[in-house]
């Protein structure tokens, strides 16, 4: 190591080292009190954590357009060449720059053991929320069974969703779905990363003609204030083939919820708008973390 | 794309895609109202932020060693090979992991203007907090002049402080400074990185013979409540050559507060652990926000 520049090195056993230090702590006897009001720092403001910052910004840009819904799904990250997950040197959850993310693919799929698992945590929460004795809200629950046909037609490809049961097209069940913009979270620390998406839905007329493929979905959705936690078996049947995965998405019910706070930023009034991405962000980082 | 396994690829321009979602959002002309009291998630609670965690984990294995010293260094995170600051393809402040950190290392150096601005910042935090209408807890501010000089010994480098002035030996100023470890963050976002780094600092006797090189330290220390914020002009005086870097280091006052709340944790106690490591962060995150 050189002494000139304050260069240090990671090599841990170069034991040795010169100091910047020269106030050496004074070890008295009587260990410093801990302030009882500990003030967020030296400047006494907290910094927005980047990575809160980061996704606020990324939804800031793309809640006030149309037909809009804001989901983040659980997966994981595929280096594409290897088809393996993503190995990056971070020691913690991290935002991928969607300007550095060609190289990879987002799989939201899952097991079906971590499918169960997920389908009891939430089905335990359920029932605790429904105790008299819970103080918060309520997780409000329904099982739905419905079918998606997707025809492609000169404008794109649009999908009728049906109940299963009556054969009846849902309400908004016939829609355009255009992808606007992901934004990857590698998450070393749990099984699972996630992906943030921001789609539009976009309200169509009933295509002609025959449809492509068809899906089948058995979805189990958990309601909670602003939140919805869709668990759902996937079937695609396309020809003769058959294909299922398991899906785990958390959704705003109404993304417009952040566009009025992003408005009120924009009139610069008080607003609420990084507490919502945050509630958001701890809904799937308490599923990631859940994951087995 | 293939519609058989739910994979997403990156290429944002493929705009039609098949969705998971049939519950289409009702775009119903009521927005749906934010709840005054927003629970942390579907959970009703909040997950530990992965960040603070890896950081609270790795001072949690530190804290209780003997004379140990725990700071966060602004500067920059290089490649080995190019000397360039590192690329990596996050968005967001991010730690480094630990065992994949040896291609790079830290230089804890800032330029002049980047040393006279955190100067003026901090002074007029100075005497921001010294007004009479101010709340909080004030800065307290010291100006010192110190030289250390460094002894190679069979056991090792020794470094010996005086106050330039008096030409005295500053309380605990033999030691013998050994890296215990480091933990590398990564801050895109701003114009520099930092290092958390845990030393031990012990106690040594006034060694014999010549010493090896100096080192002129022109220090600014600013005290606020647990910590120290110190911004130092130093210089290095080896045989003909000289050297001038300016560093900005945060560190404990008292490092034993920390393991004061750890003690609390093993003994299953109410504590502030976690509540102490933010406001460190909070501090040094602060503080490279700031860098110009």
């Given amino acids: 190591m050189s002494k000139r520049r304050r260069v240090e090195d990671n090599e841990k056993e170069s034991g040795n080292e010169e100091s910047t230090n020269g106030l050496v702590q ?152 255009v992808r606007i913009a992901d934004l990857n979270i590698y998450s070393p620390n749990t099984k699972l990363d996630y992906r943030i998406s921001v789609n539009a839905e976009i309200p169509k007329k009933m295509p002609e003609g025959p449809h492509s493929f068809e899906r089948n979905k058995d979805r189990l959705s958990y309601t909670h204030q602003i939140v919805k936690v869709d668990l759902t078996q996937v079937k695609v049947t396309d020809g003769g083939s058959q294909d299922l995965t398991h899906e785990l998405e958390v959704e705003f019910i109404d993304p417009r919820i952040l566009l009025e706070e992003k408005l009120k930023i924009e009139n610069r009034q008080e607003n609420r708008y990084v507490e919502i991405v945050e509630h958001f962000l701890n809904n799937i980082r308490m599923l990631a973390k859940n994951a087995i």
Wanted: a neutral charge; proline letters at 5%.
């Fill in 26 to 177: 004074r070890q008295s006897p009587e260990i410093q009190l801990l302030p009882a009001a500990l003030e967020h720092s030296i400047f006494g403001v907290q910094p927005t954590n980047d990575f809160v910052r980061v996704v606020s910004d990324f939804l800031y840009m793309q809640v006030g357009k149309e037909n809009v819904e804001i989901e983040a799904k659980l997966g994981v990250l595929l280096d594409k060449k290897t088809r393996e997950r993503i190995r990056l040197p971070v020691y913690c959850e991290t935002v991928i720059s969607p300007y550095d993310d060609r190289w990879m693919i987002f799989e939201s799929n899952m097991t079906l053991e971590q499918h169960k698992s997920f389908n009891n945590l939430l089905n335990n929460r359920f029932i605790e929320t429904k105790s008299p004795s819970h103080k918060g809200q309520p997780v409000e629950y329904k099982h739905t069974y419905e079918i998606d046909k997707f025809y492609d037609t000169k404008d794109g490809r649009i999908r009728v969703t049906r109940d299963r049961k009556t054969g009846e097209i849902v309400e908004g069940g016939i829609v355009q779905k």
